[in-house]
Each structure stands twice: as structure tokens, then as C-alpha cells.
């Protein structure tokens, strides 16, 4: 079975770009969460979606939203980018129960300079 | 507010040895809690979890022990392997129900020494 995607895997970006990052989640997985992690603060979590609907939400400005599709992809998207967004951006995706053994995938490794 | 704490940012253990690494929390809602192993550049693959209605949950080398009155819990490697060095992490589900947002301490990395 194929683990969860994500691409790009690397990313280089300008302060206020916007950037969009995407991720496929395990075949029959249908919940998906985002994280950040940076040196400073580990791994935060940012907002998961479950049947195309956001059910939780982190401590993250109205910057980072999210999607998810009918076929449980998703992603999420910085708008204005800022230095500090610079970060390991992590999708995990887990079945419906559960939800909280979830699989990860490499990360996309932005960078705003 | 950091609800759960990996106090110790390093260890450092010898082939064969135990390695013990410490979490603690702050919510008393927490009733589950899991650990997680990253190597560089891969994200954290599920290891072990436990319940909050256990204290003690082993698969093969690893072991977690839960003290829900001190809030504490622990995972033990025994014996230690080289393969084992990577950064460890201790996450909580936040929430009622089935939900899919952990709460993640801030990594200990272990280094396990041939």
C-alpha cells in the first residue's frame, strides 16, 4: 500500500508569495492533518479535514487555510508569506477510527526568503 | 501553554543498553497518548501507544509506561540498536471523540553509540 505523498518536496518562496502545498493521503484514509515544524517549536498542528469538511483548527493566523477533496486529497495554502513560515510542513493522514494513529508523510520543506 | 513536555532535548546511550525517554503532560483530559520516530528528512512514523485505562503497553523492544498521577509517561527501548537513533516524540490527541489533532512534545533525539 502506497504511504501518504507529498509534493513538493522542496520549495523556495519570497516574502508575501503565496504558496500551495498537496497531499495524498493513504488509499482509504479519510482524515488528513496539517503540521508545522520548526527548531523552535516542534511540530504544531495547524488543521485536519474529514470528508472535505475542516474538523479541528489550530493556533494559526487566517493565512493557512486548507481543503480537501472528494477523493481525501488535500491542501493548504500561505498567503503573504512571511520569514517565520519557513518550516517543515507535515500531512498525515489516518482511517476513520483510529484517527489519532496517524501516518505521515516526508514533508514539504519550504523555505521563504 | 505547552500541554505536553519533553523535558530532555538528548540522550545518549550505548549499543545493548536501555534507553528511557520522559514526557509529561499537563491536561488531565488526555486519555491517550502515542510516540512517534523521526529520522531526517521523513516525517515521524507511528511506534507505540497506550491508553489511559493501562499503565504499561509493550510490542518487542518497546515499552510505555503511563503514571496518569504524575502525569507521566515513558518509553523504554531495550536493548538499544543503532537504528534506533532518531528524534523521538510523545503526542496526545486533543479533544473528545476520534479526533485527528495531536498534541506533540518537542522531540528528544537519541543517539544509540555501537
Known amino acids: 500500500k502506497a504511504g501518504v505523498t507529498q509534493t513538493p518536496r522542496y520549495l523556495i518562496k519570497t516574502r508575501g508569495q503565496q504558496v500551495t502545498l498537496s497531499c495524498s493521503p493513504i488509499?482509504?484514509?479519510?482524515?488528513v492533518s496539517w503540521y508545522q515544524q520548526t527548531p523552535g517549536q516542534g511540530l504544531q498542528f495547524l488543521f485536519e479535514?474529514?470528508?472535505?469538511?475542516?474538523?479541528n483548527k489550530g493556533n494559526f493566523p487566517g493565512r493557512f487555510s486548507g481543503r480537501q477533496f472528494s477523493n481525501s486529497r488535500s491542501e493548504m495554502n500561505v498567503s503573504t508569506l512571511e520569514l517565520g513560515d519557513s518550516a517543515l510542513y507535515l500531512c498525515a493522514s489516518s482511517l476513520p477510527t483510529p484517527v489519532n494513529e496517524q501516518f505521515f508523510g516526508p514533508g514539504t520543506r519550504l523555505t521563504v526568503l | 501553554d505547552q500541554q505536553v513536555k519533553q523535558n530532555s532535548p538528548s540522550l545518549s546511550v550505548q549499543e545493548g543498553r536501555i534507553s528511557i525517554l520522559n514526557c509529561d503532560y499537563t491536561?488531565?483530559?488526555?486519555?491517550?497518548f502515542l510516540w512517534y520516530k523521526k529520522y531526517p528528512a521523513e516525517g515521524p512514523t507511528f511506534l507505540i501507544s497506550?491508553?489511559?485505562?493501562?499503565d504499561k503497553n509493550e510490542d518487542g523492544r518497546f515499552t510505555v509506561f503511563l503514571n496518569k498521577s504524575a502525569k507521566h509517561l515513558s518509553l523504554h527501548i531495550v536493548p538499544s540498536q543503532p537504528g534506533d537513533s532518531a528524534v523521538y516524540f510523545c503526542?496526545?490527541?486533543?479533544?473528545?471523540?476520534?479526533?485527528?489533532?495531536?498534541?506533540f512534545g518537542q522531540g528528544t533525539t537519541l543517539q544509540v553509540k555501537p
Open positions: 497506550i491508553s489511559s485505562i493501562k
Open positions: 479535514y474529514f470528508s472535505e469538511t475542516q474538523r
Open positions: 488509499s482509504g484514509h479519510r482524515s
Open positions: 503526542a496526545a490527541p486533543h479533544g473528545s471523540g476520534n479526533t485527528g489533532k495531536l498534541i
Open positions: 491536561n488531565s483530559m488526555f486519555d491517550y
